[in-house]
């Protein structure tokens, strides 16, 4: 539903946003940056986290590529991930499909990291 307010409040956000962009360069920089993938698994109306997941950003072309391990809040924290890059996130973990998706190059940095949630499928049997 359309109400003034949520114009107002959509306005704001947007300019908190480009301003960011345009005066702090946190979008688009070389900057190094935190990387923080959430492996989660659908089970009903939840999203349960998927420890012990094999975790992997590599870059499009040759550069260096990043590896962890989820823990059990299905966490895994990559540190200097250079920004600007597409990288590609391969997951793999036993008794699901193996996830293959991309870390958008210009995610902004919420306290210095970028979040991002992978959904797993459980593999068929």
């Known amino acids: 539903m359309f109400t003034w307010r949520r114009l107002a409040l959509g306005l704001l956000v947007c300019a908190g946003v480009c301003s960011c962009a345009l005066v702090s360069g946190c979008r688009g920089s070389?900057?190094?940056?935190?990387?923080?993938?959430?492996?989660?698994q659908r089970s009903g109306n939840e999203l349960l986290p998927v420890a012990g997941a094999q975790v992997t950003l590599v870059p499009p072309a040759s550069g260096e590529q990043f590896e962890g391990v989820t823990d059990a809040s299905g966490a895994v924290l990559f540190e200097n991930v250079p920004s600007g890059v597409r990288y590609a996130i391969?997951?793999?973990a036993t008794g699901f499909e193996n996830y293959l998706g991309q870390l958008p190059p210009d995610t902004i940095a919420v306290a210095g990291v970028?979040?991002?949630?992978?959904?797993?499928?459980?593999?068929?049997?």
């Open 30 to 40: 070389r900057a190094p940056r935190a990387v923080q993938i959430y492996v989660v």
């Open 114 to 125: 970028v979040t991002q949630f992978v959904e797993l499928t459980a593999a068929e049997q």
């Open 90 to 92: 391969v997951v793999v």
